[in-house]
């Protein structure tokens, strides 16, 4: 398995639920993050995590929980989620959390809140 | 308020031809340019960047220009080929963050 693996690539969830998206990351990077894609917009970063330590937060609801185990493993825990927060979730991972540090995506988990 | 703008949503262009796919950001402060593709169900993928003491970075058949005082940004992709059918972001980076602001994306449609 090489680059940024995400799971799952389609979720549905109601209201109440609670979920989780995972996403691992092969490229021996020090940065993880999660971006939401929403129809018409751009990519809206949420969390960075640099070396499993969480650097930045975009004033996101906690409804949304990311954890970083280690500097492979990323995953953003669900809960009481709105139908506006339907939307392509992507993970990222970087060599740091650097400005001139390229992103490498996964695929995303395409999220359906109903 | 959108710090990069790709004001095209979509472009075609015949097979062969040149592909020119533009940028602008209102961020002065912005160092570090990219531009990624991204195919339908498929993450983006980073193609190309520059810096900004550069004005011009080539990488085969894809070249990113850079003009600093009109705050403008452009792909050439130089021939043209159906598998370059995508969308194309850019994204720019200022030197005392670690986030990368992202345009909303341009359509190419390679015509063979």
């Known amino acids: 398995e090489t680059g940024v693996t995400q799971t799952p690539r389609h979720l549905v969830m109601g209201m109440t639920n609670k979920k989780s998206l995972k996403c691992e990351q092969h490229l021996g990077h020090n940065a993880m993050y999660w971006y939401k894609q929403s129809a018409k917009k751009p990519l809206e970063l949420m969390f960075v995590?640099?070396?499993?330590?969480?650097?930045e937060n975009n004033s996101v609801p906690s409804r949304f929980s990311p954890e970083c185990p280690n500097s492979s493993h990323l995953f953003l825990h669900l809960h009481t989620l709105q139908p506006e927060d339907s939307a392509l979730y992507l993970c990222?991972?970087?060599?740091?959390?650097?400005?001139?540090?390229?992103?490498?995506f996964g695929n995303g988990t395409r999220l359906t809140v109903t | 308020d959108q710090q990069v703008k790709q004001n095209s949503p979509s472009l075609s262009v015949q097979e062969g031809r040149i592909s020119i796919l533009n940028c602008d950001y209102t961020?002065?402060?912005?160092?570090?340019f990219l531009w990624y593709k991204k195919y339908p169900a498929e993450g983006p993928t980073f193609l190309i960047s520059?810096?900004?003491?550069?004005d011009k970075n080539e990488d085969g058949r894809f070249t990113v220009f850079l003009n600093k005082s009109a705050k403008h940004l452009s792909l050439h992709i130089v021939p043209s080929q159906p598998g370059d059918s995508a969308v194309y972001f850019c994204?720019?980076?200022?030197?005392?963050?670690?986030?990368?602001?992202f345009g909303t994306g341009t359509s190419l449609t390679v015509i063979p």
């Open positions: 961020n002065s402060m912005f160092d570090y």
């Open positions: 994204a720019a980076s200022a030197r005392d963050g670690n986030q990368f602001y």
């Open positions: 995590y640099s070396l499993e330590e969480r650097v």
């Open positions: 520059i810096s900004s003491i550069k």
């Open positions: 990222a991972s970087s060599q740091r959390a650097h400005y001139n540090s390229p992103l490498h």
